[in-house]
């Protein structure tokens, strides 16, 4: 009997076709590199650099279905925790597809432990640092908002690219008015968790988020809620058409705390993804839909080195055509965001920087990476 081979000689994906990341390689070929991480276990001295500062300054693994990571920036200066996956071995470059994506989320100004005066970072960098890189490729929620920007960092020239996103919305998009922050509402007598109500159901979750249950002196109590309802809301990819708190369920009652102190944080997951297909086009997408483009067609011309601000600009797209790579003996297009990006090996890197005495916190979900080297 002759056997018959598969052969997938682009990789074989499983994100939506018109996902942000639709072509990422879950089976890669033997020209394409991936690697992913869902924190089972978190391998902090085998896979990870840490950077850290300042009493607390911590990265550990979090009790969560499907694994999490919590990162604390820590209560004394330089209030910092960042992490770095190994050297750099992520490379924009000529014919090859680059991918990122990254799904956190971080309390905000109307939760508990806001991150008003601290900053995230998720992407690639020249150093295990990403606050002191001089090159990089990356999403930064600045301290002062939750509002995300994408930069292009090459020899110390930023060019940014302002409210992609928004890590207060459970769409993640920024400015959606649409999206609606969801409330649960915890018991108001008893010294444990002893029920949990949808009083608000929200809109816009692309995937179930994460509680926080807080309360005065007691300890353990955990909850998590499901999504349903919202049909039609899944033309950004996302992976099902539940977008609304539904099902809630305590994991764990606890014990100790006062009476009527709960109060529960729920925390969208948002994945931040960027795709560069070596060909002269770059995409930015928030949980899968895409919010901007650096391509040779892009309708606004961009210059090294200036800021952008993609929720008021038209078309949302920008070439970067006044700029040349003076370094190859084959022209990239004109425009192509190449011309901008760091010419050289880059690593993934995420974390939080605090500007305060108080602990802030980000919880990463997941990452996948990956780069080609045809």
């Given amino acids: 009997m002759t056997s ?28 394409q ?15 990870y650099t840490a950077t850290t500062g300042g009493t607390g300054a911590t990265a550990a693994a979090f009790p969560w279905n499907a694994g999490f990571l919590k990162i604390t920036s820590g209560s004394t200066t330089p209030f910092k925790s960042t992490e770095a996956l190994g050297a750099g071995c992520f ?58 920007h994408f930069v292009v960092l090459k020899g110390g020239v930023a060019t940014t690219f302002q409210n992609v996103g928004d890590l207060s919305t459970p769409s993640g998009l920024f400015n ?8 649960l509402t915890a018991n108001t007598v008893g010294t444990t968790l002893t029920s949990l109500a949808v009083t608000t159901p929200g809109f816009g979750y692309r995937a179930a988020p994460l509680l926080i249950v807080n309360g005065t002196a007691g300890s353990n109590a955990a909850a998590y809620v499901q999504l349903g309802g919202s049909a039609g809301f899944p033309t950004f990819g996302a992976q099902s058409s539940a977008s609304s708190l539904y099902a809630t369920y305590i994991t764990n009652a606890g014990s100790g705390y006062t009476a009527g102190t709960f109060t529960v944080d729920v925390l969208p997951l948002i994945n931040f993804q960027f795709y560069y297909n070596g060909k002269g086009r770059l995409i930015v997408g928030i949980n899968g839909r895409i919010v901007m483009a650096l391509d040779t067609m892009g309708v606004n011309v961009a210059v090294p080195g200036q800021t952008y601000n993609v929720a008021t600009s038209s078309g949302k797209s920008w070439n970067f055509s006044t700029t040349t790579l003076a370094t190859t003996n084959v022209a990239p297009p004109v425009g192509d965001p190449i011309v901008a990006l760091p010419q ?17 916190v980000m919880y990463v979900d997941e990452i996948n990476v990956a780069t080609e080297l045809n």
């Fill in 176 to 183: 959606d008015s649409g999206s609606v922050l969801g409330v």
């Fill in 91 to 148: 490379q924009a470059m000529p014919g090859n597809g680059l991918w990122h994506d990254l799904r956190m989320c971080a309390p905000t100004n109307s939760q508990t432990n806001p991150v008003n005066d601290a900053t995230t970072y998720a992407g690639f960098f020249d150093t295990v640092d990403p606050s002191a890189a001089a090159n990089g490729i990356y999403f930064i929620k600045p301290t002062g908002g939750t509002a995300v």
């Fill in 344 to 360: 050289m090996p880059l690593q993934l890197g995420f974390g939080l920087v605090g500007t305060t005495a108080n602990n802030r």
């Fill in 4 to 31: 018959v081979q598969t052969n997938f000689p682009n990789g074989l994906g499983t994100w939506p076709s018109n996902h942000a990341i639709a072509t990422y390689p879950i089976a890669p070929t033997q020209w």
């Fill in 33 to 47: 590199i991936t690697k992913g991480d869902d924190f089972i276990p978190f391998r902090q001295s085998t896979d």
